[in-house]
Each structure stands twice: as C-alpha cells, then as structure tokens.
C-alpha cells in the first residue's frame, strides 16, 4: 500500500504556536510517499540509508511503526520511504514521513486509521521524537490547505512562494533553545510571543504589499527569540537590498527562508504553491 502526504510552509507563528499562539500555516505540492508491504521482519529503506526500526537513523518512522503496533499487533513491515520534501529544512519533512507512514501501514494491515487518528498519532510520534511541539507539522500533513492554526480556522492563501534552502539543523534543539531563552525572559518572550500571534491573526486578510511587511516583522522578531543567525542576518539583508522581504520558516537556526512569488526569485531557490489535498492513499 502506499501512501503520500504533503510538506508545508508555516507563513507566520513558528515557535510562539508551541506558547499557545496562533500560527498561519500552508501545506505545500511537495509530497513524500511512503510504501509499506508485509514482512516478517522490520526494514526501513530511505534516502538516510537502509536500517531496521532504528530510532536513531529513523526516528519518526520508528516511532510511527511504534505506535501503530500498539493498536494493532504487527511483527514486521517494509517501508519505502522516497520524499520531494528537503531533509531537516522546516518544510515539514518528519511530520510528512510519519503521516504518510501511519496511512501506508494502516492500509496494508486492514486497520483503516481515519484522518483524525492519524494526526493524534502523528504528533504522540512528534513529541516522542521531539519532546515539545505544538502538532502544527503532522496538522497540515494529514488534512492539507492552508489554516490558522490551533483554532482550525480555513483560510485562502493566494500567493505561490519562493523558497531558499540554507542548511540542515535540528528541529528539537532549536525549541529547546527558545525555551531556555523563555525561562530566562518570560515576560519578555511573551510579549514577543503575542506580537507574533498577532501577525498570524492579521496575515490571511493581507494583500501582498502588507503580506510582505509581515514577513519583515516576523523575522525581525523569529531574530529577538535567538533562532537566526548572523550568517542568515547578512543574506537575508543582501536579499532584501535585491528587493526581496524573506523570513525563516519552521524552527530557524538554517532550514528554509522564504517570500512571496512574483516573477522574480532569487537565485538557487525553487517555487512552492499552496496544496489543498492532504494525506491519501496513492494508486500503486
Ligand atoms: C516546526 O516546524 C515549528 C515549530 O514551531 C515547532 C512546533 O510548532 O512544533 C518550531
């Protein structure tokens, strides 16, 4: 059986989401597909090599088979994992295995999970993996389009977006860096928060011009919560010296920048649309 689901991009509320806040979130036409066939024993085979259930080279897949074999009893299972979606970039690649993963593996043993199931699984596995997350990632992964996040809220996103792509990093460290700046600030970090949460709130009603203010501020302030960095702060002015406003998404420290799409993008980055569909069985 296989199974694909989207990456995403979140457009504003990176780390304040984990504090309660709001979050504006899309998923994106980037899909990773997962195949899961019966076995006799575990084997995992994916671009990051070829393990059993490792919870070291693959964490969320790992987890994923986990906690499916806690409802339903399984003794071994083939995965083949191949992904459109950059490792470890913030563009949502973890929770795209996982709910793919939990889709393919529900399928193939006749233990059909619906779509709500699989998100409360997928994040039990993100913070099995990561020990605090908002669930924002394995949200957009299961149900696709484009939300204010926590609340559910439908919106419309009608900009394309390009994306730049600096370098891998680590999602779990970069939350826990914010939340040891957070421990020693709170009061600060949580004004911060709130100007972050009232930026996701604004955003759906923006046109481009405003869209694009909002970028600028969010950054600024992703900058104040210690999750970019002076390499990221020097491209990103070179950047928008080019004309362009570009802001992190996910976790920061590296990862992904990105901005509106509008004829022009800088150079070595790729365009990503919003995507309405989110996971779904695929025909083999
Ligand atoms: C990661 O894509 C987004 C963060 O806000 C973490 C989370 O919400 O779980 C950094």
């Not at 709130?201 to 923006?206: D, E, F, H, M, S």
């Not at 080019?242 to 509008?262: E, M, N, P, Q, S």
Request: charged letters at 30%.
């Amino acid at each position: 059986m296989i199974a694909s689901a989207p990456g995403k991009i979140i457009l504003f509320g990176e780390h304040s989401v984990v504090y309660g806040r709001h979050a504006l979130v899309s998923a994106i036409n980037l899909r990773c597909r997962v195949e899961a066939k019966k076995s006799k024993v575990f084997r995992v085979v994916s671009p990051l090599g070829i393990t059993g259930l490792d919870f070291k080279v693959h964490p969320y897949v790992s987890f994923a088979i986990k906690r499916f074999s806690e409802l339903k009893r399984i003794d071994g299972a083939e995965l083949i994992i191949k992904s459109e979606i950059p490792i470890a970039s913030g563009l949502g690649s973890s929770a795209a295995v996982t709910v793919a993963t939990l889709k393919a593996l529900s399928g193939e043993f006749d233990f059909m999970l619906t779509d709500e199931e699989i998100f409360e699984l997928a994040k039990k596995v993100e913070l099995d993996v990561q020990g605090r997350a908002s669930g924002i990632d394995p949200f957009i992964s299961t149900f696709g389009g484009s939300w204010i996040f926590p609340e559910r809220k439908k919106v419309e996103i009608l900009f394309d977006f390009f994306v730049l792509k600096l370098w891998e990093r680590s999602t779990k460290m970069m939350v826990e860096k914010v939340a040891k700046l957070r421990e020693k600030h709170p009061e600060i970090l949580e004004r911060i928060f709130d100007a972050i949460d009232a930026i996701a709130l604004k955003a759906p009603g923006c046109d481009s011009e405003d869209f694009e203010e909002l970028i600028h501020i969010n950054q600024s302030l992703l900058r104040a919560i210690g999750v970019s960095s002076p390499e990221i702060d020097e491209l990103i002015s070179k950047l928008e010296k080019d004309g362009f406003k570009v802001k992190l998404t996910g976790a920061g420290g590296g990862g992904c920048i990105f901005g509106i799409y509008r004829d022009r993008k800088p150079g070595g980055s790729f365009v990503v649309k919003p995507e309405m569909e989110g996971v779904r069985i695929e025909d083999s």
